[in-house]
């Protein structure tokens, strides 16, 4: 992770990599399906103000560099807290978000088949685990403020 990140971009690059070392603990399905879908592939994410660039590589060790995205890059996913928040909690779908534009995700239709399948995946697990379950109550509370 690089240093120079704006707080709110430190804040969602050490969440996602928290959520990464959670997952990777289970050694799973959604593991493995992490890394069949991310190992070799980058992706700018914007989340509200915040911008990172995440690169992934390697197999079964995914190892992920996260930095600030360029100014100029092109987001790959890009979303609210609040529409994050309302997958998380079951208020709403990632279909819907995505159908209603409130989650963009530039993905051929097979990547967004598998990312929703991740997606769905982490929420079940989500269930079963307090890790991930504390994870989502500090973004609740944390991204908005």
Not at 2 to 17: E, I, K, N, Q, V
Not at 41 to 51: F, G, L, N
Request: aromatic residues 6%; charged residues 25%; negative net charge.
């Amino acid at each position: 992770m690089s240093d120079s990140l704006s707080p709110r971009a430190a804040m969602l690059s050490s969440m996602l990599l928290e959520l990464i070392e959670i997952l990777r603990d289970h050694q799973g399905e959604t593991w493995a399906a992490i890394v069949r879908v991310a190992s070799g592939k980058s992706a700018t994410i914007a989340i509200d103000e915040a911008r990172i660039h995440v690169q992934v590589e390697g197999g079964q060790e995914l190892q992920i560099t996260i930095s600030e995205a360029e100014p100029d890059a092109v987001n790959d996913f890009e979303s609210t807290g609040v529409a994050l928040r309302n997958i998380m909690f079951g208020k709403s779908t990632l279909e819907k978000s995505v159908a209603s534009g409130k989650i963009f995700i530039r993905a051929s239709f097979g990547d967004l088949l598998k990312i929703r399948s991740i997606v769905t995946a982490v929420l079940l697990d989500t269930e079963i685990d307090p890790r991930l379950l504390s994870l989502w109550g500090r973004f609740d509370q944390e991204w908005r403020q």
